[in-house]
C-alpha cells in the first residue's frame, strides 16, 4: 500500500509563501498524475495542481500564476510552491497520487492565511 506524507504547512500572513512537499512511500512505475486538492471548510474538494507522467502541469483558475507544481521523480517527491498567498487559500491541502490501480491520498496539511 502506498502511502503518501506532506508536510509543508503552517500558518503565513496574506501575501507570504509556502512550499507544500508530498513523498511517496515507494516508487510508483504506473502513475498517470500526481498533485495537490484542498478543501476548505464548507466546501468541496477541488483541484489545486497537478502534474502528468509526462510533465504536464495543470492548475485550478484560483491559483494560476501564484502557484507552481514539480516533481522529483528520484525522490518519490512532488512539491507545490504557494506565493502570493491570499486568506481565500486557507484549506486542509491533499496530496494525490493517481494510478492505473486507483488514487491515493495523503492525510492532508493545513494551510492558514491571515489577513
Known amino acids: 500500500q502506498v502511502q503518501l506524507v506532506e508536510s509543508g504547512g503552517g500558518l503565513v500572513q496574506a501575501g507570504g509563501s509556502l512550499r507544500l512537499s508530498c513523498v511517496a512511500s515507494?516508487?510508483?512505475?504506473?502513475?498517470?498524475?500526481m498533485g495537490w486538492y484542498r478543501q476548505a471548510p464548507g466546501k468541496q474538494r477541488e483541484l489545486v495542481a497537478l502534474?502528468?507522467?509526462?510533465?504536464?502541469?495543470q492548475y485550478g483558475y484560483s491559483v494560476k500564476g501564484r502557484f507552481t507544481i514539480s516533481r522529483e521523480n528520484a525522490k518519490n517527491t512532488v512539491y507545490l510552491q504557494m506565493n502570493s498567498l491570499n486568506p481565500e487559500d486557507t484549506a486542509v491541502y491533499y496530496c494525490?497520487?493517481?494510478?492505473?490501480?486507483?488514487?491515493?491520498w495523503g492525510q492532508g496539511t493545513q494551510v492558514t492565511v491571515s489577513s
Open positions: 502534474v502528468t507522467a509526462g510533465g504536464a502541469t
Open positions: 515507494e516508487s510508483i512505475g504506473s502513475i498517470i498524475h
Open positions: 494525490n497520487l493517481n494510478t492505473i490501480v486507483g488514487p491515493y
